[in-house]
């Protein structure tokens, strides 16, 4: 007999670029959740400053899982970025390998902190010219980072990025069938899905059982970031009545850049409340941060 799931039911969460910056890691956390959000996703990208903290010590990790628990917010993921310029799919050999220690110290630094999740970039070699040897070069680096993930139980979840690459989730379907572990999954991007003329019905019924968490936002052709929810070409509507079909339950991301303006946490807050519109017309249930304290 099989047993039909219960209806959909998702926790929003915020990435770490919406929020203002310029706080500490207590008051940072804090926003968020007056902000409304039961999670956030941390970035680590090509930046100096965000790759350093993939060599924090031990003690500097536990203070910020420390500021995320005082605040009631839960560390969903980091955004793995970084692989944009240290490129796992690169001709170099020495690029190669500083992309499978990137991948062992995300894993690490994930375990520390009680990350479940990877968000792996779907780029190959994002600044070299375009390669037929790239995606192979690509899955070898993947291949080799995966059983310490395995080992260490961090899920990898590769997100269908912008671009040419892993743009779209049948894309990255192929990637699974060739490394199938319950730990390499997907993290779809709702909006990269609009970017490169994809019909979202499709591609997340592609990946039906290996949605780990959804990356939400809007999108122009040409422009994947920084496009005010509703303006721009994504069909929220049907990717919402998919997820609503699979009865799919989980963790959305709120995917945006304020760039530290002055109004950042009011831009957060609509495009919650957005959100949460638009997800509740199709059915789907979207739990408190509250409700989900009162059940610990």
Known sequence: ??????????????????????????????????????????????????????????????????????????????????????MPGSRDASMRQRALD?????????????????????????YEPSSPEARERYLEVLAQALPYAEQRGIILAIENVDGNDLAAIPDVMEVLKELPSPWLQIYPDIGNIAEHGGDATTELEAGTGHMVAIHVKDVLPGQPRRIPLGTGVVDFSAA?????????????MLEMWND????????????????????????????????????K
């Open 240 to 252: 919402f009545a998919e997820l609503a079909r699979q009865r799919w339950s989980g963790r959305i």
């Open 260 to 295: 530290d303006s002055p109004d950042s946490i009011n831009k957060c807050v609509a495009g919650r409340e957005w959100l949460q519109t638009r997800l509740r017309e199709a059915g789907i249930t979207v739990i408190s941060p509250e409700t989900i304290s009162e059940r």
């Open 102 to 126: 990137l991948y062992y110290k995300a894993v690490d630094f994930c375990v520390d902190l009680g990350i479940p999740v990877v968000q792996v970039a779907g780029y190959f070699a994002y």
């Open 1 to 86: 007999m099989m047993v039909r799931r219960k209806e959909s039911a998702v926790t929003l969460g915020i990435y770490e670029k919406a929020l203002p910056s310029n706080t500490n890691w207590e008051q940072f956390f804090a926003t968020a959740h007056r902000a409304g959000f039961s999670f956030v996703d941390l970035s680590v990208d090509e930046s100096p400053e965000r790759l350093a903290r993939l060599n924090w010590n031990y003690s500097q990790r536990q203070l910020v899982r420390e500021a995320a628990k005082n605040s009631g917010i839960r560390l969903g993921g980091i955004c793995l970025s970084a692989h944009r310029g240290i």
